[in-house]
């Protein structure tokens, strides 16, 4: 009876917002205007040819943000930059051996984490501690103190069913707990392709050094370890001080609702190895698309929207950190309605929301969208992760979502944070399903004349998150503000 009672509940709301909601009109203008005109493809590849990559604080970064503000201001929006200054971080030298003696010792392949010390020389022996997560130390815990940990940065094959993974910042957290001097992360990537990254869950310093290695030379120096001790040096210097970086601000803004805003943003650096045409060219200029659209056909919203380009997502959400915190002085955070996120999107399926009441709204969107391209399958999901750019808003309880169901183009997934990020992985058909399916979506939240969610209390949010298994990486990460 429970579940008839809510099934029916289900449908009325389903009615509810077809009643209310007739947007197939601007979606139609918004799907042709973008087939047929998107810049998304063409802008990104001229980022990706004349800045290269997009370091927060570095030069090449300050040409990111002027572009995305020349840009924006050429579509004919109110543009702001919103200017931040924060402790960051940069590499500079690094060198790692590994032998079976500590005098014997030969150069392997590798790449700093993000956050390692300024300046460090370890040598010790080695240590496998698998998937580096806490159920991995239990039995060794005494043998860590002293040694590198050496650790995988997903879940090893061959895992017990269920085995879950940690962000490589929060393995990172564990293995400094237990002692280690330094880590040496595992790709999972085959051909020798390496990754780098935060290794530091508050995007501050970490005291030991973390390095990645290939999956090739990880795997065997594991096989090794069975047998003999193998010992690792990591030397590097690095940088870190205060920097200056924008995020930036195009504001449309509402007819009837100014003062509620659906924030539409992605984070426009990337890390400094390729040129982060994936990570996140095809988020934050899919989103710099989706202004276009709007400017070029005059639509108007309800509410006020503002498409955020966020700096300095790669060295620890300091952007979007910096954008809630200022939100958080001015009093202005309830004015957030909803916020989008978009991070290495592309060809979404559907609709994706932290709120599972948004479904009957979200669903009924989507079979407008359907109507026009049957590609788009109209899935919904329901449910919350970290590590980008909508955490630091759906930690103080604002209902975020995005894209659902699609897929990274041209097998780019192993290439995320390396050298390989380059444009020619890019899917111009792909990144122009971004902007429209996710311009569509802006429109109706910006126009439904109720948004069914609000900000969660504290003590509805601490529920949420439990619920969602998010209470120990937040807790690793010294951001679980409840104290139990």
């Given at each position: ?30 799907n042709t205007e973008v087939q ?363 209902p975020t979502g995005g894209g ?6 041209n097998n780019s997934g192993p ?70």
């Amino acid at each position: 009876m429970k579940k008839l009672i809510l099934s029916v509940a289900f449908v009325v709301l389903l009615l509810q917002a077809n009643a209310q909601d007739n947007f197939s009109n601007a979606f139609r203008q918004i799907n042709t205007e973008v087939q047929n005109h998107s810049q998304a493809y063409q802008n990104l590849k001229q980022a990706t040819e004349k800045i290269g990559h997009r370091l927060t604080g570095s030069a090449n970064g300050a040409k990111a943000e002027e572009l995305a503000y020349n840009l924006f201001k050429s579509y004919g929006f109110e543009v702001r930059y919103q200017p931040f200054e924060v402790e960051s971080w940069d590499r500079k030298t690094l060198a790692v051996k590994v032998g079976n003696t500590a005098s014997n010792l030969s150069a392997v392949k590798a790449v700093t984490l993000a956050h390692s010390p300024v300046k460090a020389n370890v040598t010790a022996e080695l240590i496998d501690v698998g998937n580096g997560l806490e159920a991995d130390y239990q039995p060794i815990k005494e043998k860590v103190k002293g040694k590198i940990a050496l650790l995988y940065i997903g879940v090893l094959p061959g895992s017990p069913a269920g085995t879950a993974s940690l962000h490589r910042s929060e393995k990172t957290a564990i293995a400094t707990k237990y002692g280690a001097i330094g880590v040496v992360i595992i790709n999972k990537v085959d051909g020798g392709v390496l990754l780098t990254g935060t290794a530091s869950v508050t995007g501050k310093l970490i005291p030991i050094p973390a390095v990645c290695i290939g999956l090739e030379d990880g795997m065997a120096l594991k096989e090794k370890l069975k047998s003999a001790p193998q010992y690792a040096k990591i030397e590097m210097t690095n940088f870190s001080g205060m920097i200056k970086a924008r995020n930036v601000i195009a504001t449309l803004k509402g007819t009837e609702f100014p003062n509620e805003k659906i924030v539409v943003g992605g984070h426009l650096d990337s890390w400094d190895l390729a040129t982060g045409a994936i990570d996140n060219g095809i988020g934050s200029f899919a989103i710099i698309d989706m202004a276009r659209t709007f400017s070029k056909l005059k639509l108007q919203t309800k509410r006020t929207v503002e498409f955020v380009m966020f700096m300095g997502e790669e060295q620890g959400l300091l952007g979007s950190k910096a954008y809630v915190l200022q939100s958080l002085k001015d009093k202005t955070l309830d004015q957030v309605r909803f916020m989008l996120n978009y991070d290495m999107t592309n060809d979404p399926k559907g609709f994706s929301t932290t709120r599972k009441e948004m479904e009957p709204l979200f669903k009924a969107w989507g079979a407008e969208v359907v109507k026009i391209d049957t590609g788009f399958r109209n899935l919904f999901h329901a449910g919350a992760g970290l590590h980008s750019d909508h955490q630091p808003f759906m930690l103080e309880g604002v209902p975020t979502g995005g894209g659902a169901g699609g897929k990274l183009p041209n097998n780019s997934g192993p290439f995320y944070h390396s050298d390989g990020d380059g444009f020619h992985l890019v899917d111009e058909q792909g990144l122009k399903n971004t902007v429209r399916y996710s311009a569509m979506l802006t429109y109706a939240l910006a126009n439904t004349p109720q948004i069914p969610v609000k900000r969660f209390s504290n003590a509805e949010l601490k529920i949420f998150l439990e619920r969602q298994k998010l209470k120990e990486p937040l807790k690793i990460a010294g951001e679980w503000k409840w104290g139990d």
